[in-house]
Each structure stands twice: as C-alpha cells, then as structure tokens.
C-alpha cells in the first residue's frame, strides 16, 4: 500500500503518469474524477479522459465526500487514482454559499480552506485505513505570478495550502515537467 501525489503544470503529463503508477501498484483500480461537466470544453476533456483510461476500471464522478466512497471502494478494488484535487478545491469553493469573489469575506475564505483541508486529510486518512494504494493528481499552481483578481488569489492560496498537506502525508510525490517525472519525496 502506497500513497503517492502527483503534481505539475498544465499538459505537463500528470494524469497519465498517474495512470501508468497505479497501473503498477494495483490490478483492480477505481477511478475518482473530481470535474464537473459545467460546459462543453470541460464535456470535452471528460470524453478525452475516459477514453484514455482501461474500460476496466470502475470510474466514480465525486468531488465532496471522496473519504466516505473509499470504504465501499474498498471491498472490490486495490487501487483509486483521484483526478484532481484542484478541480475538487476548485468546485469546494464555486459551491460555497453567499461569498462575493469579487471582494470575498477573509473569514469565508479561512473557512473553505480549512474545510478542503479537512476534506484532504481525510480522503488520505480513509485510504490509509481501506489499505488501498492511491495515486491523487494535483496541478502545481503556485510558480507564476500573482494572480490578479481575489478569486483567483483565494484559489491559488487554497490549492497550495492542501497540496501542501497531501504531500506531508503522502508516501511519495512526483513533480512532472514537460512530461518528464522528477521524484521529490
């Protein structure tokens, strides 16, 4: 049982070196897709990702409450790769009631973060205890420049915060670039 985080940029070649991971770690392989199929792009990246994936892996579209599928998971599979936790942070916080992003509320924003947070540890700490091995893709938003408007700022600030906290649990993390696996812990 292995816990591994896989992070980078954009087209950087995450998700295919996450499937490839788990491929090696387990047989029987769930896969947790965390986007939303709010409009056609995003439909269309949905397609092209269930198509690159083995038909044979049971696919499970959740982005809240991810810790509470795992142990119904558990009992037919060995595996989960979650596809990604910065789309699950991003829908956390498009979904959270009466926060004005144009001029969000400091403590509405602590509250989405610790809430993600939570939500983190506790994806890690259910995998843990099913003794399934996880692979969970994440993007590395936080080396450009600071974003100008305070969505964004809040997006990019909460996402680091649970990478950040992914990875201290994780028993493994890998940074891609340019398709390219750097082993970081």
């Not at 896969?31 to 792009?41: C, L």
């Not at 083995?54 to 142990?71: H, L, S």
Request: hydrophobic letters at 45%; proline letters at 5%.
């Amino acid at each position: 049982m292995k816990i591994v985080l896989v992070t980078g940029g954009a087209r950087s070649g995450k998700s295919t070196f996450g499937e490839k991971y788990i491929a090696e770690l387990a047989s029987r392989i769930a896969y947790i897709a965390t986007a939303i199929p709010f409009d056609d792009e995003m439909k269309s990246r949905i397609k092209h990702h269930r198509g690159s994936r083995p038909q044979e892996w049971t696919t499970v579209e959740k982005y809240f409450e991810i810790d509470r599928v795992i142990p119904s998971i558990a009992f037919e599979h060995d595996g989960i790769i979650l596809d990604c936790v910065t789309l699950m942070v991003s829908n956390m916080m498009l979904e959270a009631p009466d926060v004005d992003w144009e001029n969000p509320d400091p403590a509405k924003v602590n509250e989405i973060q610790d809430a993600a947070i939570a939500h983190a540890k506790a994806i890690v700490e259910a995998l843990k205890a099913s003794k399934m091995s996880g692979v969970l893709i994440t993007n590395e938003i936080g080396m450009g420049i600071v974003p100008e408007n305070p969505m964004a700022r809040a997006f990019r600030d909460i996402a680091g915060r649970v990478n950040q906290t992914i990875a201290s649990m994780s028993d493994e993390v890998w940074l891609l670039v340019s398709g390219i696996p750097v082993k970081i812990k």
